[in-house]
């Protein structure tokens, strides 16, 4: 079976983390594209963003997952891309949540305020768990504006 490419984006406060994301998804046989950042040279999280959201929306791949500091400025570019939604997670339940409720195509996390265990946990229940529907669609239906 062909390996699960997931799409990763950073800036210099996301990327120690997303290098540890690397470990794990290879352990847990995931291929993925790394779009950046590539130090911790101060940058601008926009650029990896919009790189990342771009290969997803062009079909690319289905599945990202994105760090910056606090997770917000990431977060917020990517969710300004129509076929995009991220979610800010920082416990296991609540990426678990953003795939049963939300259809998250992008886990985001807040690299300087998660503890690396945390962290593991929500990507591997992020990547591990699927989509309820139902009730759920209505509400996904209706977010574009
Ligand atoms: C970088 O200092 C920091 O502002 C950025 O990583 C992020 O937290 C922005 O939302």
Not at 16 to 44: H, M, R
Not at 47 to 67: K, M, P, S
Not at 95 to 105: D, E
């Amino acid at each position: 079976m062909e390996k699960k490419i997931i799409g990763l984006a950073s800036d210099h406060a996301g990327y120690p983390l997303k290098e540890q994301v690397k470990e794990w998804l290879a352990a847990k046989g995931y291929d993925y594209i790394d779009f950046g950042t590539n130090s911790t040279d101060s940058c601008d999280y926009p650029t990896f963003a919009h790189a990342l959201a771009n290969a997803i929306e062009n079909g690319e791949f289905t599945t990202g997952i994105a760090i910056c500091g606090t997770g917000n400025g990431i977060n917020m570019t990517l969710n300004h891309h129509k076929g995009i939604r991220s979610a800010l997670c920082w416990q296991p339940e609540i990426a678990a949540l953003a795939r049963q409720h939300n259809n998250a195509n992008v886990l985001v996390m807040p690299g300087r305020f998660i503890e690396t265990e945390a962290a593991k946990e929500c990507v591997t229940t992020f990547l591990d768990t699927e989509y309820e529907g139902g009730r759920h669609q209505r509400r996904i239906d209706a977010i574009p504006v």
